[in-house]
């Protein structure tokens, strides 16, 4: 897929309640304040559509991406059963999940403009490595199907927040849409976060990796508060902007990873 695309790709990785949504639509409005085309796929499906329809049209997407590209959606099928999940079922969403955002950022891909993923490849990754007794996620195979399926203009920005202030939105958050979520709820904070926070490091090691031979671009912005917000936001956009007018021109921008503190 990465080798001809039109589009920009950009994922927002973090913790449950580190902003990856809210950064991910600020950055939205900031794009289409400046009239730069901009969608947002796996917002809108998880928070616009309704939730009987929105089932339905992940796994349709899932079953094209399966059908379409059976051996990677085999080899990712292979890695989720693996990976230990504590139920089958947990593993069926797994692996639903994988094979739509496959097909998704395909699509997306051969459109141009930029294409915003609160929830992309990346965040998928940390998905299986939270419940996970086996998979090692930055494994070679891993990584080298990351490398082949990213597209091919691809950023990934890493939200940060702190422990207590994710503890605090995840409170305040209505229902309970998030493992970790739920898992605080039930009394398991402390494990809950642990596990989480160790998916994450393994998540960001993959990133970095792919960030080391430029395969693609890596941003960390902090999220802890209301200014951060803004000025992350701004970040993003800004980068973005760049990428895609590059890409217009026919240029290469020579940035592997640039770290915001």
Known sequence: MSAAGAGVYAEFVGLPGAGKSVVSRAVAGLMRSQN???T???YELDHVVSSPRRRILKFWYAVRGALRRPWEGGFW???ILKSGQPTLLRSFAEIVGWLYLLEVAARKDRQPGVHLFDHGMCQA???IAYEATQ???TSPQVLDQLRRWLPRRAVVVLVEASVPTVGTRLELRPGRTSRVQRDV???R???AFARASMALRRTEAAAAQLAEERRII???VNNDGGQSLRASAAIVTDLLGRLLSADNAGRSMNVATTVWG
């Open 77 to 79: 099928v292979r890695l």
């Open 135 to 137: 998979t090692d996620i």
């Open 185 to 187: 709820a039930t009394g």
């Open 189 to 191: 904070s402390a494990s």
């Open 40 to 42: 947002e796929p796996t």
């Open 125 to 127: 990754l940390w998905s």
């Open 218 to 220: 890596l941003l960390r």
């Open 36 to 38: 730069v085309p901009v």
